[in-house]
């Protein structure tokens, strides 16, 4: 014979009604139908995650080269201007996190992950290319503004995993948030000034400066 607790969750299944073109009932119909670890959408959360990490400390590395060359003021006032472009960030999510937790509530945790990631592939290019001070910061701003898929994110965990499965989808929350923010440092570092760390790529007369050069129009 079937155990009590196996009556009950027979009982409580066979009690679940699903109603049609209903988000919710859709979203409980799927995690009651989720067999074992929803691996694709873990991956999707880590990879989401990482995306979000990424830019936030991934340009310490070379805006103090990146300002340098900016010719802002003194040598020793380059921090001063350092510390202005790495708070944009922040302070633009800052003022719009909550209003994007809101649109999510609204329309969907998708359309505002979608933004974030777009903001991110657009914004930290251009922000890669900035030509003067008040361009790289308002990119930078610009990026934290559009960049509001943290808290969406985590909803996301929450809704795509069953119950007994919550915790590990928001460890993997923090755990690529933390890879992120030892990933972008790293890696940037490490490709910083790459006109002086590899000139045989990065010469004056190679495809790369002259592509960037004609984008820029600094010949």
Known sequence: MASSEEQREFLLRKALKYYENCPGCKVEERKEKQEGYPL????????LMLCNALPISSL???VYFMVRDFHMGKTEDIGYYVGYIGSSFMFGRFLTFALW??????????????????SVIVFNNVFGMSTNFWMAISMRFLLGSFNGMLGPVKAYASEVCRDEHQALGLSVVGTMWGIGLI?????????????DKYPKIFDDTSSWTLLFNDLLRIK
């Open 40 to 47: 694709k959408e873990l991956i999707l959360i880590g990879l």
């Open 60 to 62: 310490f590395p070379f």
């Open 101 to 118: 937790g809101m649109a999510a509530d609204k329309y969907g945790c998708n359309p505002i992950m979608i933004i974030g990631v777009s």
């Open 183 to 195: 990933i972008g440092p790293a890696l940037e570092g490490f490709l910083a000034q790459p006109a």
